[in-house]
């Protein structure tokens, strides 16, 4: 909860509306003062929704009201009677519109489904203060820390709602399949094993219930389908968004990569021209060094370290979006790894590994795939901890399955993850201010497309995740 509210006051500092300097948050939660607050969740379910979910109603007895109302002293404050989205639900909708269904993805409830009512007093909450047309309250900090507590109010309803949907899908999807073959009359039928004639009236009734379960078999296989298409749209959103984002680097990548000589030599051409000048040696002298900022061999040094930097990302980023990364070939999986750790000790002097890889695990797979894994989890690693990091990666087969251990050093997950770790796994979910919160939603989409699952997360000790994947080919001694 701490790590949220720092992230809004660090906003609203940088916004300029308002000094956070020096403020303690357990203070500013106090002053805000106690309030209460109440809703209502409204569901139209389908009759197949009904069934497939267990849902007790379709619809509730009462129609209740869009909107939440905000009440002071039992007073509607007029321009907020839900005619206004004064807890941004359809903002939080859009930013994360998947289904209660997806696997990955973090279902926020919409506008038309909650009714309710928020209730704050003038005396208990001074600092939530009336506009001067007593037309609703001032956006102050204040304000926005009470929008912010209802939120996270809000994410744990929506998370424990998401939580049941998933296990009854899970559930539902394990039992689906069709009769056995040996003993169901619609197999006989096909395989002329009998007639409709011959069938007994016992028989009767259980074709007619065979009927009946593949009728809403295929009712449910239609709906998966929807749901399916409803989850790909909502990734396809998101990686596009990432995917323009990359090829505008890559646009930008190739410019510089067409200049590269140019920007590599350009610092060697000035200290070249004032060494022809005989002003090198003069300008290495204390009285032209004692000042970082005018020390110009210390600056022509960084500057020359900086853009070899840069020249090896943009070489990077092209490198990665070559087509022939995406298409699928024999890899082998420790010299894929390996390749990964070269880069990034290149690109971090900062970073070091440990690697124990079993030899001999061949996959048949496009290299985009373990790189997007590693890349964004030595990524978290790295922004995560601003000192050294030591980076151990385990990799074994077990079960016909291969097994990951990716373990750091560092500080571990923040405080608000380490209850429950994998609520990093949902889209958006970040302690970093500027921070997108999509790298581990990211890992965990791509372990699951490689029919893996993650096995556990830990953050006490340094960031530890363990998974396997089932996709391989060949594996050897």
């Known amino acids: 909860f701490k790590q949220n509210i720092n992230i809004l006051l660090s906003n609203w500092d940088n916004d300029g509306r308002d000094s956070i300097d020096e403020r303690d948050i357990n203070k500013l939660i106090d002053e805000l003062g106690d309030f209460s607050a109440e809703f209502f969740f409204n569901f139209k379910a389908s009759k197949n929704d009904k069934a497939k979910y267990e849902y007790k109603y379709t619809v509730t007895d009462t129609v209740l009201s869009k909107g939440v109302v905000l009440y002071r002293n039992a007073f509607s404050l007029s321009s907020y009677d839900g005619n206004k989205d004064w807890l941004n639900l359809n903002a939080r909708a859009r930013k994360s519109p998947a289904a209660a269904t997806h696997d990955t993805g973090a279902w926020r409830v919409r506008e038309n489904q909650i009714a309710g009512f928020v209730c704050i007093d003038k005396e208990e909450n001074p600092l939530l203060?009336?506009?001067?047309?007593?037309?609703?309250?001032?956006?102050?900090?204040?304000?926005?820390?009470?929008?912010?507590?209802?939120?996270?109010?809000?994410?744990?309803?929506?998370?424990?709602?998401?939580?049941?949907?998933?296990?009854?899908?899970?559930?539902?999807?394990?039992?689906?399949?069709?009769?056995?073959?040996?003993?169901n009359i619609i197999t006989k039928l096909l395989s002329k094993r009998c007639r409709v004639q011959e069938l007994s009236d016992i028989e009767e009734k259980q074709l007619l219930s065979e009927i009946k379960d593949l009728k809403q078999s295929l009712r449910a296989m239609i709906g998966t389908e929807r749901e399916a298409q409803a989850r790909y749209e909502y990734d396809v959103r998101l990686l596009n968004v990432l995917a323009t984002i990359g090829m505008k680097v890559a646009t930008s990548a190739h410019e510089i990569y067409n200049d590269r000589n140019h920007y590599i030599l350009s610092y060697d051409n000035i200290e070249n021209a004032l060494k022809a000048y005989d002003m090198w040696d003069i300008l290495q002298t204390p009285e032209y060094t004692r000042i970082s900022t005018k020390n110009i061999p210390k600056i022509i040094e960084k500057g020359r370290s900086s853009m070899k930097r840069i020249v090896r990302i943009i070489d990077t980023v092209l490198q990665k979006s070559e087509v022939q990364r995406f298409i699928p070939k024999s890899v082998d999986l420790k010299g894929l790894i390996e390749d990964i750790v070269r880069q990034w000790k290149a690109d971090y002097n900062r970073v070091n590994f440990n690697l124990d890889i079993q030899n001999g695990i061949v996959l048949n797979l496009s290299d985009d795939v373990l790189w997007?894994?590693?890349?964004?989890?030595?990524?978290?690693?790295?922004?995560?901890?601003?000192g050294n990091v030591l980076i151990t990666i385990e990799v074994s087969v077990r079960d016909n399955t291969i097994q990951f251990n990716y373990h750091d050093n560092g500080k571990g997950l923040a405080k608000k993850y380490l209850v429950r770790p994998r609520l990093i796994l949902e889209p958006h979910?970040?302690?970093?201010?500027?921070?997108?919160?999509?790298?581990?939603?990211?890992?965990?989409?791509?372990?699951?497309?490689?029919?893996?699952?993650?096995?556990?997360?830990?953050?006490?000790?340094?960031?530890?995740?363990?998974?396997?994947?089932?996709?391989?080919?060949?594996?050897?001694?």
């Open 372 to 386: 997007t894994i590693f890349d964004n989890l030595i990524l978290n690693s790295i922004q995560q901890n601003s």
């Open 129 to 183: 203060q009336d506009l001067s047309n007593r037309q609703g309250l001032d956006e102050n900090i204040y304000y926005h820390l009470l929008v912010e507590v209802i939120s996270l109010g809000l994410k744990e309803f929506e998370r424990y709602r998401q939580s049941i949907i998933r296990a009854i899908k899970k559930h539902k999807e394990s039992e689906q399949g069709v009769l056995s073959k040996s003993d």
């Open 429 to 477: 979910e970040s302690t970093r201010n500027g921070g997108h919160g999509l790298g581990m939603w990211i890992v965990y989409n791509t372990i699951l497309s490689l029919r893996g699952e993650i096995d556990s997360i830990d953050g006490y000790n340094g960031f530890n995740i363990i998974f396997h994947i089932k996709e391989m080919s060949s594996i050897g001694n």
